[in-house]
């Protein structure tokens, strides 16, 4: 009966332990291991000794296909900060025309110094402030809308390549500690990695049955 029970067993362990091995290997052991001066086969982990080829490959990737000028012009257009961003320029040209229009007034109250006629000037400034001070913001929030747009379509290529978005992204990779690393990797693919562990008792304990199949 053991001969039938065991190599299912010894095949799903042994199936098992591989891979749960294997994913360790990505990460350990952090450091290169030596004995005697001799250099320990696959140490450090696949990752820590190679972790400045993937961080420049991980910066390469996101730099071109995630925060690129076409994916951020996107979620420019679909975001509510356009939106805000307009009303924050309406709001402030309309502090800068309320500010000319009271300068003027103070400089033709100066300039007068006679009560009558400042009354009239203030008149007169009301009324003209009441009919320019619209048209001068339709106008301005009819260019900011045209424009907004266009100026950001036209500067976030040099925006990006100003702020270097890939050497950013290559040195914070690199200044990460190891362990820190291995917890974000395992973290959200923990459940996935456990599923591979699994699938390899499995594979095993089949190619057990298939060895007292071959042997009987």
Same mark, same amino acid.
């Given at each position: 009966m053991i001969e039938y029970i065991s190599p299912p067993l010894i095949g799903a362990f042994i199936g098992y332990i591989t891979n749960w091995l294997a994913i360790k290997m990505l990460f350990r052991p952090y450091n290169e291991i030596r004995i005697y001066g001799i250099k320990v086969p696959f140490t450090p982990g696949l990752i820590p000794k190679r972790r400045d080829e993937i961080a420049k490959s991980i910066a390469k990737v996101i730099r071109?296909?995630? =925060?690129?000028?076409?994916?951020?012009?996107?979620?420019? =257009?679909?975001?509510?900060?356009?939106? &805000?961003?307009?009303?924050?320029?309406? *709001?402030? %040209?309309?502090? @800068?025309?309320? *500010? &000319?229009?009271?300068n003027l007034k103070e400089d033709i109250e100066n300039r007068l110094k006679i009560p009558f006629l400042t009354n009239?000037?203030? !008149? @007169?400034? +009301?009324?003209?402030?009441?009919? &320019?001070?619209? %048209? =001068?913001?339709?106008?301005?929030?009819?260019? %900011? !809308?045209?424009?907004?747009?266009?100026? %950001?379509?036209?500067?976030?290529? +040099?925006?990006?390549?100003?702020l270097d978005v890939e050497k950013v992204i290559y040195e914070t990779l690199n200044s990460l500690d190891i362990r820190q690393l291995e917890d974000i990797v395992l973290g959200f693919s923990e459940k996935q990695l456990k599923h591979i562990t699994y699938l390899g008792g499995v594979i095993g304990f089949f190619i057990g049955l298939i060895q007292i199949v071959i042997n009987h």
């Open positions: 071109q296909h995630l =925060i690129n000028p076409e994916n951020l012009h996107k979620l420019f =257009i679909e975001s509510t900060y356009r939106e &805000i961003l307009e009303d924050k320029l309406n *709001k402030t %040209i309309e502090e @800068i025309v309320d *500010k &000319i229009l009271e009239y000037s203030d !008149k @007169i400034l +009301q009324a003209l402030s009441e009919k &320019i001070k619209p %048209i =001068i913001l339709e106008k301005s929030q009819q260019s %900011i !809308k045209e424009n907004l747009e266009k100026h %950001i379509e036209e500067e976030l290529p +040099q925006l990006l390549a100003s």
